[in-house]
T-cell receptor
Framework: EPEVTQTPSHQVTQMGQEVILRCVPI?????FYWYRQILGQKVEFLVS????????KSEIFDDQFSVERPDGSNFTLKIRSTKLEDSAMYFC?????????????????FGSGTRLTVV | SQQGEEDPQALSIQEGENATMNCSYK?????LQWYRQNSGRGLVHLIL?????REKHSGRLRVTLDTSKKSSSLLITASRAADTASYFC?????????????FGTGTQLKVEL
């Protein structure tokens, strides 16, 4: 079964440092997402990406965050200057496109996450 | 209440019993999905029910959707210890929700031997 792959599985970084979280979505998927989950809390939407641009972003996704799909396979989330409160599990997800009127809806496929710890 | 709230927050049952989790939401939806998360791990898609469907089955899972009440339930029959995990409902918005999945607060299920 195709998988969404995330690397690294765990990253520890100093406050103020830049981090890049990497994801390889499923190859025939067209919509890509980043979510995060602070320990013990709900899964929160960060950003969606389609056709090489951000289609929607949440209030969490401020100027410190950016996403890129640099080479057609990788999908990255960059945090420019990490804060303690950025410590969380970050999940990448992808899904197929369904056209208007398509009677099939697809669930998202999530990666296993990157646990980011900011110290 | 927030979009996608599950109850109960925690559920403890014996192996072999059925587990029922409920989810309520606020806005119009295109579909509702249930995900499972083992402790510290990723989210696994379990089942999707469209807004024009009322019930769906997949193996030991049964999902219902009542759009008039803006609620859904997930039933796991004949539970096993391996079903121990957190279960989240997530709504995919028709309008206003945009192109994103919004997760609920989750139910922690513990199945004891």
């Amino acid at each position: 079964e195709p998988e969404v792959t995330q690397t690294p599985s765990h990253q520890v970084t100093q406050m103020g440092q830049e981090v890049i979280l990497r994801c390889v979505p499923i190859s025939n998927h067209l919509y890509f997402y980043w979510y995060r989950q602070i320990l013990g809390q709900k899964v929160e939407f960060l950003v969606s990406f389609y056709n090489n641009e951000i289609s929607e972003k949440s209030e969490i996704f401020d100027d410190q965050f950016s996403v890129e799909r640099p080479d057609g396979s990788n999908f990255t989330l960059k945090i420019r200057s990490t804060k303690l409160e950025d410590s969380a599990m970050y999940f990448c997800a992808s899904r197929k496109r369904f056209a208007t009127g398509d009677r099939i809806n697809y669930g998202y496929t999530f990666g296993s996450g990157t646990r980011l710890t900011v110290v | 209440s927030q979009q996608g709230e599950e109850d109960p927050q925690a559920l403890s049952i014996q192996e072999g019993e059925n587990a029922t989790m409920n989810c309520s939401y606020k806005t119009s939806i295109n579909n509702l999905q249930w995900y499972r998360q083992n402790s510290g791990r990723g989210l696994v898609h379990l089942i999707l029910i469209r807004s024009n469907e009322r019930e769906k089955h997949s193996g030991r899972l049964r999902v219902t959707l009542d759009t008039s009440k803006k609620s859904s339930s997930l039933l796991i029959t004949a539970s096993r210890a391996a079903d121990t995990a957190s279960y989240f409902c997530a709504t995919w918005g028709l309008t206003g929700g945009g192109n994103k999945l919004t997760f609920g607060t989750g139910t922690q299920l513990k199945v004891e031997l």
